[in-house]
C-alpha cells in the first residue's frame, strides 16, 4: 500500500504566483490520491481561486495555511530570512519542521529557499550546505546533476558531500541500488581540473560510493553515469 504524504506549497512564490500554483495543484490532486496539499499563501486570495474547486477543501485533501508576506524574486536571502518570517516560503517550510508536512514546495527565490530551508530544517549529520539537483534527459533515462548553483564556491569535502546525497537520491527515488557516479571535469585524465576537483576526486575514490571517476559536460547527456557532481557555478551554466 502506498504511503499518504503531505506537501507545503508555497503558493505566492515565483514568477507567476498563485496563476500557476493553484491550477498545478488542483492537477496533481486529480493525478494522485496518495497526496494531500497545504496551500500557504494569503489565505483570502487563494480562497477565491478556490471557488470553483471547493471538493477538495471539502474532502481535506486540500486546506489552506494563510502567510501574510511574500519574499520577492529579487530580495536578498539575509533580508527575506531576518524580515520575512510569515513569509509564504517561510511558512511552508515551518510546516515541515512541525511534522505537519512531508515536504515543501516552492518555485520562488531559489537563494531564499535555501537559506530558510537550511535555518529552518538544518541538515543532515555530515552535511555542510544543501545543494540544487536536477535531473537532465540523458541516452538511459536521465542523469542527476548537482550543485546547480546554491554553493558557488566550493571545497573538495563539499563535491564529496554531494556525491553521497546524489548517490542516495538516486538510490532512494530512482531504485539504482549501486549509483555510478563521475566528477565533472575539463577531462577524464588524471592530470586535470583545480585543486579542489582533485582533493575531492581523491575523496571519493578512498570512498564507498560507486565512484567511476571525471566526467565530461556531454557524458551527462550519454549516460553511463546516474550522479554527476560539480560545484554551483559550473552547474547553473551547464
Given at each position: ?19 500557476t500554483v493553484v491550477p498545478a495543484a488542483l492537477r496533481i490532486l486529480e493525478r494522485r490520491d496518495d497526496l494531500d496539499l497545504i496551500l ?32 520577492d524574486m529579487d530580495e536578498l536571502p539575509s533580508h527575506a530570512l531576518r524580515f520575512k518570517k510569515d513569509s509564504s516560503m517561510r511558512v ?119 565512484y567511476i571517476g571525471y566526467v565530461e559536460g556531454d557524458d551527462v547527456y550519454k549516460g553511463g553515469v546516474d550522479v554527476v557532481v560539480c ?8
Amino acid at each position: 500500500m502506498t504511503e499518504h504524504r503531505v506537501i507545503s506549497l508555497d503558493a505566492m512564490g515565483g514568477d507567476h504566483g498563485l496563476a500557476t500554483v493553484v491550477p498545478a495543484a488542483l492537477r496533481i490532486l486529480e493525478r494522485r490520491d496518495d497526496l494531500d496539499l497545504i496551500l500557504v499563501g494569503d489565505e483570502q486570495s487563494l480562497r477565491q481561486r478556490l471557488r470553483e474547486h471547493p471538493q477538495w477543501l471539502e474532502k481535506g485533501r486540500l486546506r489552506i495555511q494563510h502567510a501574510s508576506q511574500v519574499v520577492d524574486m529579487d530580495e536578498l536571502p539575509s533580508h527575506a530570512l531576518r524580515f520575512k518570517k510569515d513569509s509564504s516560503m517561510r511558512v511552508a517550510i515551518n510546516l515541515v519542521k512541525q511534522g505537519d508536512a512531508q515536504a515543501a514546495v516552492s518555485a520562488g527565490n531559489t537563494g531564499a529557499l535555501m537559506a530558510t530551508a537550511r535555518y529552518v530544517l538544518k541538515t543532515l549529520p555530515g552535511i555542510d550546505r544543501p545543494a540544487i539537483l536536477t535531473a537532465i534527459p540523458s541516452m538511459e533515462g536521465h542523469t542527476l546533476v548537482l550543485d546547480l548553483g546554491a554553493n558557488i564556491d566550493c571545497s573538495a569535502e563539499h563535491l564529496f558531500q554531494f556525491a553521497v546525497m546524489g548517490s542516495v537520491l538516486a538510490n532512494a527515488v530512482d531504485g539504482v541500488a549501486r549509483p555510478r557516479v563521475g566528477l565533472l571535469n575539463i577531462g577524464e585524465e588524471e592530470i586535470k581540473g583545480n585543486d579542489q576537483v582533485k582533493e575531492a576526486h581523491r575523496l571519493l575514490l578512498d570512498s564507498p560510493l560507486n565512484y567511476i571517476g571525471y566526467v565530461e559536460g556531454d557524458d551527462v547527456y550519454k549516460g553511463g553515469v546516474d550522479v554527476v557532481v560539480c560545484d554551483g557555478f559550473v552547474g547553473n551554466v551547464a
